[in-house]
T-cell receptor, first 115, second 115 residues
């Protein structure tokens, strides 16, 4: 099966600019996650979708970050305006369901550098 | 609050050595535990998934164990090779009422296998 697709792979922007990342999960996977991974740390959950509804966005900095999942398939994560501390790898993952027994499949990530 | 800790943070071994990576978690009420591999600049590749009812899983030279009661998991790599050099992350899955599954990561162990 095809994996989780993310684009772009790399992005360099200046602080206060805006940026958007795209994710296409594995076909049929109802649950989609966005994670932020700062260098040297483990990934941190930003937002979780179940189909096209938000399940958990408690750690999403909503003053600058937004995300949507169109028609329960593709998702976009946007940062506006970006800060230096947003420099990180943004990982998208999907799971067949959010249920107990299902594992996650991750995409290759988007590496964001804010200068 | 669930916390996941991985020890050591970094490990360097000569080729051919058997090694063990450790993961501990503070809350034993987990549904599963997953070990991932991350190559520099890349996304996460799932290695092994252990359900809470299981004690271990094996894949090739990799063996992962889970002791829920003590809050520990180990990843055993037999006959290490330079190609095993990567960061290894463990993550536990929690079930949050009305939110489905939530994956909490450790900070990772950076492994270097010297030829």
């Amino acid at each position: 099966e095809a994996g989780v697709a993310q684009s772009p792979r790399y992005k360099i922007i200046e602080k206060r600019q805006s940026v958007a990342f795209w994710c296409n999960p594995i076909s049929g996977h109802a649950t989609l996650y966005w994670y932020q991974q700062i260098l040297g740390q483990g990934p941190k959950l930003l937002i979780q979708f179940q189909n096209n509804g938000v399940v958990d966005d408690s750690q999403l900095p909503k003053d600058r970050f937004s995300a949507e999942r169109l028609k329960g398939v593709d998702s976009t994560l946007k940062i506006q305006p970006a800060k230096l501390e947003d420099s990180a790898v943004y990982l998208c993952a999907s799971s067949l369901e959010a249920g107990a027994h299902y594992g996650y499949t991750f995409g290759s990530g988007t590496r964001l550098t804010v200068v | 609050k669930q916390e996941v800790t991985q020890i050591p943070a970094a490990l360097s071994v000569p080729e051919g050595e058997n090694l063990v990576l450790n993961c501990s978690f503070t809350d034993s009420a987990i549904y599963n535990l997953q070990w991932f591999r991350q190559d520099p600049g890349k996304g996460l590749t799932s290695l092994l998934l252990i359900q809470s009812s299981q004690r271990e899983q094996t894949s090739g030279r990799l063996n992962a164990s889970l002791d829920k009661s003590s809050g520990r998991s180990t990843l055993y790599i037999a006959a290490s090779q330079p190609g095993d050099s990567a960061t290894y992350l463990c993550a536990v899955k929690l079930m949050i009422y009305n939110q489905g599954g939530k994956l909490i990561f450790g900070q990772g162990t950076e492994l270097s296998v010297k030829p």
